[in-house]
C-alpha cells in the first residue's frame, strides 16, 4: 500500500499563506486521483482540492480562488498553496491517493495540522 506522507503545516495569521506537501512512496503515475482533505475539530472530514490523471483541478467551492493544488510527477509530490487563511481553514489536511482499481484501498497520510490564528 502506497505511504504518503504530508508536511508544511503550521500555525499562520489570517490571511497568510502556507504550503503544504505530501510525498507518495511510489509513483503518482500509479493513482487515478490524488487530492487533499481536512477535518476540523467536531467536524466530518471533507473534500478540499482533489486532481485526477489527465484531468483538471477540483476545488470545494469554500476554498475556490484561495487554494491551488498541484502535482509534480518527477518528486512523487502533490502541493497544495494556501493562501488569504481564514480561521476556518483551521483543520488537520490530509493527503489521498484514489487508485485506479476502485477495490484498491485508498491512501491516506498521516495529517498535518493548519491554524489560522491571530
Known amino acids: 500500500q502506497v505511504q504518503l506522507v504530508e508536511s508544511g503545516g503550521g500555525l499562520v495569521q489570517p490571511g497568510g499563506s502556507l504550503r503544504l506537501s505530501c510525498r507518495a512512496s511510489?509513483?503518482?503515475?500509479?493513482?487515478?486521483?490524488l487530492g487533499w482533505y481536512r477535518q476540523a475539530p467536531g467536524k466530518q472530514r471533507e473534500l478540499v482540492a482533489t486532481v485526477t490523471s489527465g484531468g483538471g483541478p477540483n476545488y470545494a467551492d469554500s476554498v475556490k480562488g484561495r487554494f491551488t493544488i498541484s502535482t509534480d510527477k518527477a518528486k512523487n509530490t502533490v502541493s497544495l498553496q494556501i493562501n488569504s487563511l481564514k480561521p476556518e481553514d483551521t483543520a488537520v489536511y490530509y493527503c489521498n491517493a484514489q487508485p485506479w482499481n476502485p477495490s484498491d484501498p485508498a491512501g491516506w497520510g498521516q495529517g498535518t495540522q493548519v491554524t489560522v490564528s491571530s
Open positions: 511510489g509513483s503518482i503515475f500509479s493513482f487515478y486521483s
